[in-house]
Nanobody, 122 residues
Framework: QVKLVESGGGLVQPGGSLRLSCAAT????????MGWYRQAPGKQRELVAT???????NYGDSVKGRFSISRENTKNTVSLEMDSLKPEDTAVYYCNAEIERVSERYRFLEVWGQGTLVTVSS
């Protein structure tokens, strides 16, 4: 079984910074795209940022220039550095990954983390 474990959420003041981390564990052969999504109360889940195994990144319009995604392929981890945080960034942030398991080669399973709450408030 594979899973994603997130860490780093919490309360931060507007204008502050926060770093989220996510580690994929289990019998993993490879991971394709990894990313972060978020869901604010009463809203749909939205893209924050994604990164491919080759390092290509994609960002949601609302976070461009403020957030930065990175990954360490050898450790199966992905991180999200969030700067200049705004109250509207308050949401539950979910890690996502496309994982090829050792037991089932050539098939990528979409896996979600349990979510970590980020609150931006003074």
């Amino acid at each position: 079984q594979v899973k994603l474990v997130e860490s780093g959420g919490g309360l931060v003041q507007p204008g502050g910074s926060l770093r989220l981390s996510c580690a994929a564990t289990g019998s993993i052969f490879s991971i394709n795209t990894m990313g972060w999504y978020r869901q604010a109360p009463g809203k749909q889940r939205e893209l924050v940022a994604t990164i491919t195994s080759g390092g290509s990144t994609n960002y949601g319009d609302s976070v461009k220039g403020r957030f930065s995604i990175s990954r360490e392929n050898t450790k199966n981890t992905v991180s999200l550095e969030m700067d200049s945080l705004k109250p509207e960034d308050t949401a539950v942030y979910y890690c996502n990954a496309e994982i090829e398991r050792v037991s089932e080669r050539y098939r990528f399973l979409e896996v979600w983390g349990q979510g970590t709450l980020v609150t931006v408030s003074s």
